[in-house]
């Protein structure tokens, strides 16, 4: 038997073909950025296949997201650990 449900990937990019009509508006410079966001579910197609939902779109935004949140994070941490460092170079005066 033949398999009823493209997998992750070609469903993805079949997501993408989707939003063409809407790239199409964007300038140039947004579309490039588009682009590179329709891009980031791809790092997860592993997780997006076992998790088996049946609306696309839900994969490709919590995708989305997460990485985004993981990006916030880490600027986050970064920007705490100048924080910290300044703060240790500073001496308090009393």
Known sequence: MGRTIPSFRIAGVMEESKWKQFRALLSKKDRKL???????PRLYNSCCMMV??????HSVVI????HH?????KL??????????QNNGQTSEM
């Open 34 to 40: 588009f682009d590179d966001m329709l891009r980031l």
């Open 69 to 73: 949140y993981k990006q916030l994070e």
């Open 63 to 66: 995708s989305i997201l997460f």
């Open 76 to 85: 986050t941490e970064q920007q705490n650990g100048i924080s910290t460092d």
């Open 52 to 57: 088996c939902r049946p609306v696309v779109f």
